[in-house]
């Protein structure tokens, strides 16, 4: 779940979060994990680093090994006003 083996430390308290919340193994193994950033773009896709192509949020969610727990962090561009200016 976390891309790398995590050491007996991370896992038995992954276990205990599980043991002592009774919440999902997903939900405790995302406490522990950095988001994803990435840019969205106009057309509400994003390129995924993860995944290597184009996705919706929703798709992302749909596909990720932690669903509805990952954890994504989607960030948009400033747009420009008529006079070329970014706004504030």
């Known amino acids: 779940m976390f ?3 995590p050491g007996r430390a991370l896992k038995m308290q992954i276990l205990e979060d599980v043991r ?3 919440c ?5 193994a995302s406490r ?4 994803v950033l990435e840019r969205l773009e106009e057309n509400g896709t994003f390129w995924s680093s993860e995944f290597n192509r184009r ?5 992302y969610y ?3 090994r932690l669903g509805r727990f ?3 962090v989607l960030y948009t561009r400033r747009k420009k ?4 200016e970014r706004r504030r």
């Open 20 to 22: 002592n919340t009774g």
């Open 3 to 5: 891309g790398y083996d």
């Open 62 to 64: 749909r596909i990720h």
């Open 70 to 72: 990952a954890r994504l």
């Open 55 to 59: 996705m919706t949020p929703a798709e």
């Open 24 to 28: 999902d193994i997903r939900e405790a």
């Open 81 to 84: 006003n008529d006079r070329g």
């Open 32 to 35: 522990y994990i950095l988001p």
